[in-house]
């Protein structure tokens, strides 16, 4: 999760929402992603979207076999139906997501039983890191707006 943690340092820094990705196998680094949407104009470009298609290339394969997903927030469902089709065993994520999280918080589309596939999901995993880390973006950039609307 330090290395999903270091990923969403790179989307801040490029002035995306902090949320970044890796995805392993046998404790083997295979790819990682960070949300990279407002750069590239993809509202799919998300962290672990990211992951999953430098992984797809790297393996040469769509499916993902045996392999975990860590992950600071907790994915959305777009990300969620993607890790199911991918065929990832085991999904860790740092942060919950009240407002889009797939994976339990809103619906749970992980461990759905009318799909095929179902991943094993464990959640909290530096969940306090995770979340002081989006936190203080997103209050960072109400700031941002407010001194933008006052000064403008």
């Avoid at 995306?16 to 799919?44: C, K, M, Q, T, W």
Wanted: proline share 3%.
């Amino acid at each position: 999760m330090a290395m999903a943690l270091a990923m969403a340092e790179k989307a801040e820094q490029h002035g995306e929402v902090p949320v970044g990705a890796v995805l392993v196998r046998d404790d083997e680094l295979i790819a990682a992603g960070f949300n990279f949407s407002i750069g590239l104009h993809d509202p799919s470009a998300h962290a672990e979207m990211q992951c999953l298609r430098q992984a797809g290339k790297i393996l040469q394969n769509y499916r993902m076999l045996d392999t975990t997903l860590y992950v600071t927030l907790e994915p959305c469902a777009m990300c969620a139906g993607a890790m199911v089709h991918s065929r990832i065993k085991r999904v860790v994520f740092g942060a919950r997501d009240a407002k889009t999280g797939a994976a339990g918080s809103v619906v749970d589309l992980l461990r759905h039983p009318a799909f095929n596939h179902q991943l094993d999901v464990t959640e909290g995993v530096l969940e306090s890191q995770c979340s002081t880390m989006l936190s203080d973006f997103f209050r960072r950039r109400r700031a941002e707006k407010k001194t933008a609307k006052a000064g403008g």
